[in-house]
């Protein structure tokens, strides 16, 4: 899905503002306490697709592309179900969650937030009454649009191009650069980013872009799935603005 709108979007995520303003811990902490409700949507975004590419009922039967089955199933295994820095099995959301433990993050709202879907809150109201950060309000708002729209072809174009692959090697660099200050050490952070490097490579990347090219079949699918990849990075833009303001 090369085009030019998506593509500015991605440079404008490339080179955004946030990466060079996160100059201390507070600073990274601040950026999780946010980013961590895209982490957590993420994976519903992805069982999205799960269900929708993949059986999930009884009784099974085949379904789908094979090549898409194997692509969701990976993903979902290596999100779910890998393994941390200190060999315990858990889902990458958990580790993050461990990550700013680890530095001392406030974890109230995100807490909070998963008790009250758990209880049966709807996830808008759960939302403001866990008090998550605006940005992170509307982000997770803005996802969960789209996946009930129901609309498989727009989902996997948001999850293949809207999810930016680049940005986990920036902070990287970013943890590096706070640790060499002798400031600040983040050993967990630090392992998830690059797990999550790790397990994202090219063979995951180039099955998802044959995912959106077999699920895109007509002109009026391929122009709804750009129009929801576009949304989809403009929504991340207004989360990376979010956090610095």
Not at 168 to 187: C, Q
Request: net charge negative; hydrophobic share 45%; with cysteine.
């Amino acid at each position: 899905m090369n085009h030019p709108d998506i593509e500015s979007l991605r440079e404008q995520l490339i080179n955004h503002d946030l990466y060079t303003s996160m100059k201390t811990g507070d600073d990274l902490r601040r950026f999780m306490e946010t980013h961590v409700f895209a982490v957590w949507d993420f994976m519903s975004l992805l069982k999205a697709l799960q269900r929708n590419l993949t059986c999930v009922d009884l009784p099974w039967m085949p379904k789908g592309d094979p090549e898409i089955r194997q692509l969701i199933n990976e993903i979902v295994l290596g999100e779910e179900s890998d393994i941390d820095a200190d060999g315990v099995i858990m889902s990458h959301f958990e580790m993050y969650l461990l990550a700013m433990q680890e530095i001392n993050c406030d974890l109230s709202p995100i807490r909070s937030f998963m008790a009250l879907i758990q209880s049966g809150m709807p996830i808008n109201q759960a939302l403001i009454e866990s008090n998550a950060p605006k940005g992170a309000q509307h982000f997770v708002n803005h996802t969960f649009s789209i996946i009930d729209s129901g609309a498989i072809h727009s989902i996997a174009g948001v999850f293949t191009y809207g999810r930016e692959d680049l940005i986990p090697g920036m902070f990287l660099s970013i943890i590096d650069a706070l640790h060499k200050e002798g400031t600040f050490s983040a050993p967990r952070l630090k392992y998830y980013v690059q797990r999550h490097i790790d397990v994202d490579g090219d063979h995951h990347s180039h099955l998802a872009i044959r995912m959106v090219e077999l699920l895109c079949d007509n002109d009026k699918k391929k122009e709804e799935a750009h129009k929801a990849v576009i949304e989809a990075l403009q929504a991340r833009i207004a989360l990376w603005n979010s956090i610095i303001a």
